[in-house]
Protein backbone atom coordinates (compact mmCIF):
# COMPACT_ATOMS: atom_id res chain seq x y z
CA UNK A 1 0.00 0.00 0.00
CA UNK A 2 1.27 3.13 -1.04
CA UNK A 3 1.17 5.88 1.58
CA UNK A 4 -0.28 9.78 1.54
CA UNK A 5 2.08 12.33 2.96
CA UNK A 6 0.54 16.13 3.64
CA UNK A 7 2.68 18.86 2.67
CA UNK A 8 2.61 22.77 2.49
CA UNK A 9 0.61 23.98 -0.50
CA UNK A 10 2.59 26.88 -0.32
CA UNK A 11 6.08 26.27 2.09
CA UNK A 12 7.29 29.38 3.87
CA UNK A 13 10.41 28.15 2.85
CA UNK A 14 10.03 28.74 -0.44
CA UNK A 15 12.00 25.15 -1.60
CA UNK A 16 14.68 25.00 0.26
CA UNK A 17 14.51 21.43 1.70
CA UNK A 18 13.82 23.04 5.38
CA UNK A 19 10.01 22.03 5.96
CA UNK A 20 9.69 18.82 7.69
CA UNK A 21 7.93 16.95 5.00
CA UNK A 22 11.70 16.51 3.88
CA UNK A 23 12.57 14.83 6.38
CA UNK A 24 9.34 12.05 5.50
CA UNK A 25 10.25 12.34 1.69
CA UNK A 26 14.06 11.48 2.48
CA UNK A 27 13.69 9.03 4.41
CA UNK A 28 10.97 7.14 1.61
CA UNK A 29 13.82 7.43 -0.82
CA UNK A 30 16.26 6.00 0.81
CA UNK A 31 13.51 3.29 1.58
CA UNK A 32 13.30 2.83 -2.10
CA UNK A 33 9.13 3.49 -1.17
CA UNK A 34 6.93 5.47 -3.25
CA UNK A 35 4.34 7.93 -2.03
CA UNK A 36 1.19 10.02 -2.73
CA UNK A 37 1.71 13.73 -1.53
CA UNK A 38 -1.42 15.73 -0.74
CA UNK A 39 -0.76 19.47 -0.79
CA UNK A 40 -2.40 21.49 2.03
CA UNK A 41 -2.49 25.34 2.52
CA UNK A 42 -2.46 27.04 5.58
CA UNK A 43 -5.95 27.39 5.79
CA UNK A 44 -6.66 23.75 5.28
CA UNK A 45 -3.93 22.76 7.62
CA UNK A 46 -6.03 24.38 10.33
CA UNK A 47 -9.85 23.25 9.55
CA UNK A 48 -11.55 19.90 11.03
CA UNK A 49 -10.59 17.41 8.21
CA UNK A 50 -7.19 18.03 8.76
CA UNK A 51 -6.91 18.25 12.59
CA UNK A 52 -8.57 14.92 12.72
CA UNK A 53 -5.44 14.09 11.05
CA UNK A 54 -2.74 15.99 13.03
CA UNK A 55 -4.33 17.64 16.28
CA UNK A 56 -1.89 20.46 16.15
CA UNK A 57 -2.82 21.36 12.88
CA UNK A 58 0.58 21.02 11.27
CA UNK A 59 2.39 18.79 8.52
CA UNK A 60 3.66 16.36 7.57
CA UNK A 61 1.09 13.85 8.28
CA UNK A 62 1.79 10.11 7.39
CA UNK A 63 -1.33 7.94 6.08
CA UNK A 64 -1.09 3.97 5.56
CA UNK A 65 -4.07 2.18 5.06
CA UNK A 66 -5.95 2.67 8.83
CA UNK A 67 -2.67 3.85 10.91
CA UNK A 68 -2.42 7.61 10.88
CA UNK A 69 0.60 9.32 11.79
CA UNK A 70 2.08 13.09 12.90
CA UNK A 71 5.22 14.54 13.89
CA UNK A 72 8.21 13.88 11.58
CA UNK A 73 10.14 12.00 14.07
CA UNK A 74 7.58 9.70 14.47
CA UNK A 75 6.72 8.75 10.79
CA UNK A 76 10.47 8.71 9.93
CA UNK A 77 10.79 5.92 13.01
CA UNK A 78 8.32 4.29 11.12
CA UNK A 79 9.47 3.88 8.08
CA UNK A 80 12.73 3.01 9.43
CA UNK A 81 10.91 -0.35 11.11
CA UNK A 82 9.43 -1.10 8.39
CA UNK A 83 11.70 -0.90 5.53
CA UNK A 84 15.59 -1.46 5.10
CA UNK A 85 18.21 1.14 4.66
CA UNK A 86 18.04 3.60 7.81
CA UNK A 87 18.01 1.40 10.65
CA UNK A 88 21.22 -1.27 11.82
CA UNK A 89 20.46 -4.83 11.78
CA UNK A 90 22.24 -5.05 14.78
CA UNK A 91 20.49 -4.47 17.75
CA UNK A 92 22.99 -2.81 19.65
CA UNK A 93 23.87 -0.41 16.98
CA UNK A 94 20.25 0.29 15.72
CA UNK A 95 19.12 1.59 19.77
CA UNK A 96 22.08 4.38 18.65
CA UNK A 97 20.55 5.18 15.85
CA UNK A 98 17.17 5.67 17.68
CA UNK A 99 19.25 7.47 20.03
CA UNK A 100 20.69 10.24 17.62
CA UNK A 101 17.10 10.15 15.99
CA UNK A 102 15.77 11.62 20.04
CA UNK A 103 19.15 13.53 19.85
CA UNK A 104 18.73 15.50 16.48
CA UNK A 105 14.71 16.53 17.99
CA UNK A 106 15.53 16.94 22.03
CA UNK A 107 18.85 17.83 22.06
CA UNK A 108 19.85 20.11 19.27
CA UNK A 109 16.75 21.24 17.19
CA UNK A 110 14.99 23.55 20.56
CA UNK A 111 17.96 26.17 20.70
CA UNK A 112 17.67 26.22 16.49
CA UNK A 113 14.35 26.66 16.88
CA UNK A 114 14.55 29.53 19.57
CA UNK A 115 16.66 30.99 17.72
CA UNK A 116 14.45 31.60 14.33
CA UNK A 117 11.30 32.10 16.59
CA UNK A 118 13.78 35.26 18.15
CA UNK A 119 14.53 36.47 14.75
CA UNK A 120 11.28 36.39 12.92
CA UNK A 121 8.73 35.68 15.42
CA UNK A 122 9.66 38.25 18.00
CA UNK A 123 12.09 40.44 15.86
CA UNK A 124 10.24 43.46 16.72
CA UNK A 125 10.44 43.31 20.79
CA UNK A 126 12.53 45.16 22.87
CA UNK A 127 14.71 41.75 24.43
CA UNK A 128 15.11 39.73 20.89
CA UNK A 129 18.89 41.99 20.79
CA UNK A 130 19.89 41.11 24.35
CA UNK A 131 18.51 37.14 24.14
CA UNK A 132 20.30 36.54 20.61
CA UNK A 133 23.88 36.63 21.82
CA UNK A 134 22.18 34.03 24.37
CA UNK A 135 20.67 31.50 22.01
CA UNK A 136 23.68 31.92 19.70
CA UNK A 137 25.75 30.51 22.94
CA UNK A 138 23.81 27.21 23.59
CA UNK A 139 23.19 26.45 19.76
CA UNK A 140 27.29 26.82 19.62
CA UNK A 141 27.74 24.79 22.67
CA UNK A 142 25.80 22.07 21.41
CA UNK A 143 27.43 22.11 17.89
CA UNK A 144 30.71 22.04 19.77
CA UNK A 145 29.56 18.82 22.32
CA UNK A 146 28.13 17.04 18.53
CA UNK A 147 31.61 17.88 16.59
CA UNK A 148 33.60 16.35 18.97
CA UNK A 149 31.31 13.25 18.72
CA UNK A 150 31.44 13.26 15.30
CA UNK A 151 35.43 13.39 15.03
CA UNK A 152 36.65 12.65 11.93
CA UNK A 153 33.77 10.26 10.80
CA UNK A 154 31.20 10.39 8.52
CA UNK A 155 28.63 9.60 10.31
CA UNK A 156 27.25 9.71 13.66
CA UNK A 157 27.91 5.83 14.96
CA UNK A 158 29.11 3.77 11.78
CA UNK A 159 27.20 3.57 8.66
CA UNK A 160 24.54 6.52 7.86
CA UNK A 161 21.27 5.65 9.38
CA UNK A 162 18.25 7.98 10.75
CA UNK A 163 19.76 8.95 13.22
CA UNK A 164 21.60 11.20 10.70
CA UNK A 165 18.79 12.45 8.94
CA UNK A 166 17.38 13.94 11.09
CA UNK A 167 20.56 15.28 12.40
CA UNK A 168 21.54 16.79 8.96
CA UNK A 169 18.03 18.30 8.22
CA UNK A 170 18.04 19.24 11.95
CA UNK A 171 21.74 21.30 11.13
CA UNK A 172 20.27 22.74 7.76
CA UNK A 173 18.46 25.03 9.54
CA UNK A 174 21.45 27.25 10.72
CA UNK A 175 22.94 27.76 7.34
CA UNK A 176 21.24 31.41 6.99
CA UNK A 177 22.76 32.33 10.73
CA UNK A 178 26.49 31.30 9.76
CA UNK A 179 27.07 29.56 12.57
CA UNK A 180 27.14 25.54 10.52
CA UNK A 181 30.16 27.07 9.36
CA UNK A 182 32.00 27.80 12.67
CA UNK A 183 32.25 23.66 12.49
CA UNK A 184 33.62 22.73 9.12
CA UNK A 185 33.23 18.97 10.35
CA UNK A 186 29.88 19.43 11.06
CA UNK A 187 29.06 21.36 7.78
CA UNK A 188 30.90 18.66 5.95
CA UNK A 189 28.67 16.15 7.63
CA UNK A 190 25.69 18.07 6.20
CA UNK A 191 27.09 18.65 2.82
CA UNK A 192 27.65 14.68 2.71
CA UNK A 193 23.90 14.35 3.66
CA UNK A 194 23.56 16.44 0.78
CA UNK A 195 24.77 14.73 -1.33
CA UNK A 196 22.88 11.53 -1.20
CA UNK A 197 21.34 10.50 -4.27
CA UNK A 198 18.25 9.69 -2.43
CA UNK A 199 18.14 13.38 -0.32
CA UNK A 200 18.79 14.92 -3.76
CA UNK A 201 15.25 12.98 -4.89
CA UNK A 202 13.51 14.02 -2.24
CA UNK A 203 14.80 17.81 -2.26
CA UNK A 204 14.18 17.79 -6.11
CA UNK A 205 10.49 16.74 -5.50
CA UNK A 206 9.78 18.99 -2.43
CA UNK A 207 11.29 22.43 -4.98
CA UNK A 208 8.89 20.80 -7.30
CA UNK A 209 5.74 21.90 -5.28
CA UNK A 210 7.75 25.66 -4.68
CA UNK A 211 8.55 25.85 -8.62
CA UNK A 212 5.61 24.44 -10.57
CA UNK A 213 7.67 22.17 -12.01
CA UNK A 214 8.07 18.15 -12.07
CA UNK A 215 11.66 17.14 -10.92
CA UNK A 216 13.83 17.01 -13.54
CA UNK A 217 14.81 12.92 -14.37
Known amino acids: MIPTITAFESSPDRGQGLARDMRVRWALEEAGQPCDVRLVSFKAMKEPAHRALHPFGQIPTYEEGELVLFESGAIVFHIAQHHAGLLPQDANARARAIMWMFAAL ?11 TAKFTEGDKPWTGER ?10 RLGELAVRLGEADWLDGAFSAGDLMMVHTLQRLRPSGLLDEYPSLAAYVARGEARPA ?7 QLAVFTGKPPAG
Open 132 to 141: LPLIKDRIRH
Open 106 to 116: NTVEPPILELQ
Open 199 to 205: YKRAFAA
